[in-house]
T-cell receptor
């Protein structure tokens, strides 16, 4: 079983819809939770990160972490065609040195005008 | 400025060629990473440098040779690659510290084709 499981998609929604992207994990040591957006043939772009449990909002994006359920979500409000991309969740433990992040397999989102 | 710069953007090489990928960051990060990404897959970690020292090698074949000349630069030397090594190669950097966040910032990648 993978340490991080991400809803596989693909996901297709009309413009203006609310999008929910989700990941579950099994490693209780994970404390940092990241969401990356990756456009086709480009590098991943860090959207948001959260530490431990709770919510974080940035414009149309909200990241939620529920450590008791080992479940994280990224919500996109008022989705736009420019949000069409692959979204990767990533997680890491609190480290005293550089180390690994564990990535989900990604969810491809298409927002139709 | 959260920018990691990778050159070249595209590279085509033969199986007998020697080439290098370059990565540069000016965020003061002391950890740098090389990843390989195949189509429709997540990034796959290859190497991690921490304070200019190699700290993680994910059992990468010796035809890939990393180098970290200073805290801002990271190179990946390529020699005698195979067609299956064709992929997007990503560089990333992050802070390192007593409680490292390990929040990684990625470059745009080098798209490598091995003929």
């Amino acid at each position: 079983q993978k340490e991080v499981e991400q809803d596989p998609g693909p996901l297709s929604v009309p413009e203006g819809a609310i999008v929910s992207l989700n990941c579950t994990y099994s490693n209780s040591a994970f404390q940092y939770f990241m969401w990356y957006r990756q456009y086709s043939r480009k590098g991943p772009e860090l959207l948001m990160y959260t530490y431990s449990s709770g919510n974080k909002e940035d414009g149309r994006f909200t990241a939620q972490v529920d450590k008791s359920s080992k479940y994280i979500s990224l919500f996109i409000r008022d989705s736009q065609p420019s949000d069409s991309a692959t979204y990767l969740c990533a997680m890491s433990a609190v480290l005293t040195n550089a180390g690994k992040s564990t990535f989900g397999d990604g969810t491809t989102l298409t927002v139709k005008p | 400025d959260t920018e990691v710069t990778q050159t070249p953007k595209h590279l085509v090489m033969g199986m007998t060629n020697k080439k290098s990928l370059k990565c540069e960051q000016h965020m003061g990060h002391r950890a740098m990473y090389w990843y390989k990404q195949k189509a429709k897959k997540p990034p796959e970690l290859m190497f991690v440098y921490s304070y200019e020292k190699l700290s993680i090698n994910e059992s990468v074949p010796s035809r890939f040779s990393p180098e970290c000349p200073n805290s801002s630069l990271l190179n990946l030397h390529l020699h005698a690659l195979q067609p299956e090594d064709s992929a997007l190669y990503l560089c990333a950097s992050s802070q390192v510290g007593r409680v490292a966040k390990n929040i990684q910032y990625f470059g745009a990648g080098t798209r490598l084709s091995v003929l």
